[in-house]
T-cell receptor, first 112, second 111 residues
Framework: EAGVTQFPSHSVIEKGQTVTLRCDPI?????LYWYRRVMGKEIKFLLH????????ESGMPNNRFLAERTGGTYSTLKVQPAELEDSGVYFC??????????FGPGTRLTVL | ELKVEQNPLFLSMQEGKNYTIYCNYS?????LYWYRQDPGKSLESLFV?????AVKQEGRLMASLDTKARLSTLHITAAVHDLSATYFC???????????FGTGTRLKVLA
């Protein structure tokens, strides 16, 4: 069974540009989560989808971040416009029900 | 607000030695997870600890949970190079559906 996949694995962009990260959860998992790890710090929760609905978006830093999960399958996280402090590793996780989450390999975002 | 403190942040140890990573958290939780991450790879679930006094072991790793002290430990016995990775603890509270992670411990085992 395929695990959680994320695309791209790395992204380097200029400040002010737009970047879209994609996450494909494990098939059948209704719950999808986004987390972010800024260099050397803890992994922080961003938001949680149940199917296509946002269950909790309390961790989203500001309105430059937009997450979607159309059709309740894959999810995208768009950063527009990107700022230097947005650099970090963005992790996606999925689960069939609340509890143990299965993580993807992350997307390393560098904003120059 | 739930806070999770993990230490040490970095750990360099010789093969064959023992060491412990600590994870303290500030409020009650339903379960505690330990994850391992190799560079560029997914976080791999190692252990989930559900109750006070829970102890789980897999190979050279043993995790324990003391809910009264709000402390979990990950003990490494006779370290080998293959254990080099970053280890995270994460606390989960039902109702919030999210993990609160520690800062991670970057472990390097020297041959």
């Amino acid at each position: 069974e395929a695990g959680v996949t994320q695309f791209p694995s790395h992204s380097v962009i200029e400040k002010g540009q737009t970047v879209t990260l994609r996450c494909d959860p494990i098939s059948g998992h209704d719950n999808l989560y986004w987390y972010r790890r800024v260099m050397g710090k803890e992994i922080k929760f961003l938001l949680h989808f149940v199917k296509e609905s946002k269950q909790d978006e309390s961790g989203m830093p500001n309105n430059r971040f937009l997450a979607e999960r159309t059709g309740g399958t894959y999810s995208t996280l768009k950063v527009q416009p990107a700022e230097l402090e947005d650099s970090g590793v963005y992790f996606c996780a999925s689960s069939p029900y609340p509890g143990t989450q299965y993580f993807g390999p992350g997307t390393r975002l560098t904003v120059l | 607000e739930l806070k999770v403190e993990q230490n040490p942040l970095f750990l360099s140890m010789q093969e064959g030695k023992n060491y412990t990573i600590y994870c303290n958290y500030s409020t009650t939780s339903d379960r505690l997870y330990w994850y391992r991450q190799d560079p560029g790879k997914s976080l791999e679930s190692l252990f989930v600890l559900l109750s006070n006094g829970a102890v789980k072991q897999e190979g050279r790793l043993m995790a324990s949970l003391d809910t009264k002290a709000r402390l979990s430990t990950l003990h490494i016995t006779a370290a080998v190079h293959d254990l080099s990775a970053t280890y995270f603890c994460a606390v989960y509270t039902s109702g919030t559906y999210k993990y609160i992670f520690g800062t991670g411990t970057r472990l390097k085992v020297l041959a």
